[in-house]
């Protein structure tokens, strides 16, 4: 049974940054697809990012549009890690984050689809606010 705990959440203000991790445990972390989602109060669970696992050099990414260019999704197949950095936090970004993973994908494939993944963390609270 593949566990996830992500932790890293907190209070931000508008424009800050923050480093979110998951940590992984209880199965081949390095043959997961991994991403990143987030739920809002009141709203639906959305993709946020993804990252495929890795053969050789190659690895594959996907971001939500709301959060590209601004979040960085990487991980530590040597740490059983994955993270998610968060740059020019804005107000429409707080939510709950969850990552999660996938063993239904070969190299470079990710999908953005919550029904895609095997395994969910409980999630930590991201707030924005001056």
């Known amino acids: 049974q593949v566990q996830l705990v992500e932790s890293g959440g907190g209070l931000v203000q508008p424009g800050g940054s923050l480093s979110l991790s998951c940590a992984a445990s209880g199965g081949a972390f390095s043959s997961y697809t991994m991403g990143w989602f987030r739920q809002a109060p009141g709203k639906e669970r959305e993709f946020v990012a993804a990252?495929?696992?890795?053969?050789?050099?190659?690895?594959?990414?996907k971001y939500a549009d709301p959060v590209n260019g601004r979040f960085t999704i990487s991980r530590d197949n040597a740490k059983n890690t994955g993270y998610l950095r968060m740059n020019l936090l804005k107000p429409d970004d707080p939510a709950v984050y969850y990552c999660?993973?996938?063993?239904?994908?070969?190299?470079?494939?990710?999908?953005?689809?919550?029904?895609?993944?095997?395994?969910w963390g409980q999630g930590t609270q991201v707030t924005v606010s001056s």
């Open positions: 999660a993973a996938s063993s239904r994908f070969g190299t470079y494939v990710i999908s953005p689809l919550q029904d895609a993944y095997d395994w």
């Open positions: 990252i495929s696992r890795i053969s050789g050099n190659g690895f594959n990414i």
